[in-house]
């Protein structure tokens, strides 16, 4: 009667079998033997988010991966428009991109490029480039000052702003600093905000 063995390797099948007056026959399938790719790493999170708008100058860029990354590829793959100067730094598996003095410009759209030459620990790169953009501030301008023409002396006089100057929690806590607004001649008297982004002006 004929016997049959068969063992199984984990990287395919290895079948031998006995048969009579027939010299063993091996035969070997080598299907699935390759061992599978990682899968490509992936970016879990961005800032400033795609989109957003008035973004402070002095805002970093912050990448955060979900896998340890080959830092070199990584700092090489990411790109500005404008371009940008500035430095990297690494914490955990998040890269940040830190602009230089200068900082970013006022007004401007960046689009933010990472590009599919970025590597893992591994060498995996990412499966497609990872773009975002956002917008930052408008340069600050004076949209009104009343009164537009001389008034009495001890007229208050009001300036408003095309933006929010100061945060809601300071404004009632911010008084006496004139905020760079200079009066000539000059008239002694204190500065307040009404709201965030009036400011007033009262001998």
């Not at 340890?68 to 428009?81: G, I, L």
């Not at 002396?153 to 929010?164: K, L, V």
């Not at 204190?190 to 709201?195: D, K, P, R, V």
Request: glycine residues 8%; aromatic residues 8%.
């Amino acid at each position: 009667m004929a016997q049959h063995r068969s063992s199984w390797c984990s990287c395919g099948i290895l079948r031998l079998a006995l048969l009579p007056g027939i010299a063993l026959v091996a035969l070997i399938s080598l299907a699935g033997c390759a061992r599978p790719l990682a899968p490509s790493p992936q970016i879990i999170y961005s800032w400033p988010e795609d989109g957003a708008k008035e973004i402070p100058l002095d805002s970093s860029i912050e990448i955060t991966f979900d896998r340890k990354m080959d830092h070199q590829s990584a700092e090489s793959s990411f790109y500005v428009n404008p371009e940008v100067k500035g430095e990297f730094d690494w914490s955990g598996d998040t890269l940040r991109f830190v602009p230089g003095e200068e900082g970013l410009g006022q007004g401007e759209k960046y689009t933010v490029k990472i590009s599919k030459g970025a590597e893992d620990s591994r060498g995996n790169n990412l499966a497609s480039d990872y773009v975002f953009s956002f917008s930052t501030i408008d340069p600050v301008e004076v949209v009104l000052v009343s009164p537009q023409q001389v008034g009495q002396r001890d007229d208050s006089i009001t300036i408003m702003f095309n933006q929010p100057m100061v945060s809601l929690g300071m404004v009632k806590n911010v008084k006496g600093e004139n905020f760079g607004v200079t009066i000539r001649p000059e008239i002694k008297g204190e500065f307040s905000w009404l709201g965030t982004s009036i400011l007033t002006f009262r001998p």
